[in-house]
């Protein structure tokens, strides 16, 4: 077999794009997307003409309700290729903003019950913030499964257990890059690739515990820069995967073990931590690593948001 069939023995397989065209090649049972992915994807000739159909049907409509549609337009898209759930994010604009959150949460939960989607095929994208992961907690509340993300360490994931939120996704490939960029001239390849890899401590750290307290939140490890650091997560509860490297997974029959592992997890030695807001906004600013991924991703989402904007006013 395939390492990705191997894969899918340990873990549910997860696709991270927002080019839902090469989804049944891959046969994941989930989709993520988020505004880069989506700004990626129209950019693409063959997805031209569903941005201007939703451009042009919706014209009337204040631009941040039409950018939502063509979110909501993708994820139907996707939702008919695979069998479980989409992710569908945000605006990063409103990362410190609980309410605001809230409001446009509810708001795509509603189109996508207007086009006839059921709520529990879709997954809320919320940053991984205070703000929003209070946001997260009175969504789940009401019934809206949130997907809590740009998550960089267990700081955020405690949090996040704690508001019950159905998914987080701790980002393995940024927790690299920054590493990787702080060694400079030191930083050896090898020494720190797979188990020793920062990114993949962190979600198996992530991991461990959920398992050792019995948290449900699902762990989805996300933001892959190689296939060893997918391979070094199998047993996670899930891994979303961009097609280049899910073709990789595919061409190779390596063998691939189960790594991570709920059993064995529960046996490990590791006390319990709870968080008020004071103590985890200090605890998150103690993380240098988490502090600036957090701030550099809702940026660069934010950007991306912008630069759709600008490509849906244009049409």
């Not at 023995?9 to 090649?25: E, H, I, N």
């Not at 989607?117 to 946001?135: F, Q």
């Not at 979600?203 to 019995?214: S, T």
């Amino acid at each position: 077999m395939s390492q990705l069939e191997q894969l899918k023995q340990f873990t549910t397989v997860v696709a991270d794009t927002g080019s839902f065209q090469q989804l049944s090649q891959f046969k994941p049972q989930d989709a993520t997307t988020n505004p880069s992915l989506i700004l990626k994807a129209v950019k693409q000739p063959e997805y031209r003409p569903l941005l201007a159909d939703v451009a042009q049907q919706f014209a009337t409509k204040p631009i941040d309700e039409i950018v939502d549609r063509l979110l909501v337009r993708f994820g139907c898209e996707i939702l008919s290729l695979v069998p479980g759930r989409v992710s569908t994010e945000v605006d990063a604009r409103l990362s410190f903003d609980t309410q605001a959150t809230i409001a446009r949460a509810e708001r795509l939960v509603d189109l996508y019950q207007a086009a006839g989607v059921r709520s529990d095929r879709v997954l809320i994208k919320i940053a991984a913030t205070w703000e929003g992961i209070e946001a997260a907690r009175r969504l789940e509340q009401q019934g809206i499964r949130t997907n809590l993300t740009l998550l960089f360490s267990k700081v955020q994931a405690i949090a996040c257990g704690q508001a019950k939120v159905q998914l987080i996704s701790p980002f393995v490939g940024r927790i690299y890059d920054w590493y990787k960029k702080q060694a400079g001239a030191q930083w050896d390849e090898a020494a720190m690739a797979g188990e020793n890899d920062p990114g993949v401590r962190s979600v198996r750290a992530i991991y461990e515990y959920y398992k050792r307290f019995g948290i449900t939140t699902e762990v989805m490890g996300a933001s892959f820069r190689n296939t060893g650091q997918i391979v070094a997560l199998a047993g996670c509860d899930l891994l979303t995967i961009a097609p280049e490297l899910l073709a990789q997974l595919s061409a190779n029959q390596d063998p691939v073990q189960r790594v991570l592992d709920a059993e064995a997890a529960k046996q490990l030695d590791i006390s319990a931590v709870q968080y008020e807001e004071a103590g985890f906004r200090f605890a998150l600013n103690e993380d240098a690593m988490a502090t600036e991924k957090l701030a550099e991703g809702i940026r660069a989402f934010v950007a991306d948001a912008i630069q759709l904007e600008q490509l849906i006013q244009s049409i």
